[in-house]
């Protein structure tokens, strides 16, 4: 599994996600992450489809690059770890 983070420094959102990230990457270190500014990366957000009114997004791709789910907003670390866990091994 892997997980493209997408955010924007004027995303209050985005500023709340970052040390929540932060942690759960701490705990699991096995786990691979990208961070896509939307603004600094916005060809490759666009090829996403992810526009400002969904940040902050994270998108969890299995090992093949397929979506495996789309969370948008300010997610509980209880919730972004039980996603992680129920496809941690695609």
Do not use: H, Q
């Amino acid at each position: 599994m892997y997980i493209i983070k997408i955010g924007a420094v004027w995303c209050s959102g985005c500023l709340v996600m970052k040390p929540r990230w932060a942690e759960i990457e701490k705990e699991l270190p096995w786990l691979k992450t990208e961070y896509l500014d939307f603004d600094e990366d916005s060809k490759k957000v666009a090829k996403l489809g992810i526009s400002s009114d969904t940040l902050p997004t994270f998108i969890f791709f299995d090992k093949k690059n397929n979506i495996l789910e789309t969370l948008s907003g300010e997610i509980s670390k209880k919730d972004l770890i039980e996603t992680i866990k129920k496809y941690e091994n695609n």
